[in-house]
Nanobody
Framework: QVQLVESGGGLVQPGGSLRLSCAAS????????MDWYRQAPGKQRELVAH???????NYVDSVKGRFAISRDNAKNTVYLQMNSLKPEDTAVYYC?????????????WGQGTQVTVSS
């Protein structure tokens, strides 16, 4: 089994920063893509940031220039550095990992961490 455990969410004022972490544990061969999604109340879950195993990244337009995704392959961990936070960034943030296990690709989700941007 594979588990993704997120941390780093919380309450922050507009303009502030947070750093989310997501660590994968369990039995697997490797991790391909890793992503951060978010879901605000009453809205669909959206892809925020994406990083390949080689470190190539992509972002949704609304966070470009403010958020940065990175990963530490030795620690099987993905990070999301969020700067210049806005109230509209308020959401539950989820990590997703594409894991190579038993000769197949599997997608796993973390439990989510709440980010609230408010004064």
């Amino acid at each position: 089994q594979v588990q993704l455990v997120e941390s780093g969410g919380g309450l922050v004022q507009p303009g502030g920063s947070l750093r989310l972490s997501c660590a994968a544990s369990g039995t697997f061969l490797s991790i391909n893509n890793m992503d951060w999604y978010r879901q605000a109340p009453g809205k669909q879950r959206e892809l925020v940031a994406h990083i390949t195993s080689g470190g190539s990244t992509n972002y949704v337009d609304s966070v470009k220039g403010r958020f940065a995704i990175s990963r530490d392959n030795a620690k099987n961990t993905v990070y999301l550095q969020m700067n210049s936070l806005k109230p509209e960034d308020t959401a539950v943030y989820y990590c997703n990992a594409e894991v190579v296990r038993n000769g197949r690709l599997w997608a796993y989700w973390g439990q989510g961490t709440q980010v609230t941007v408010s004064s």
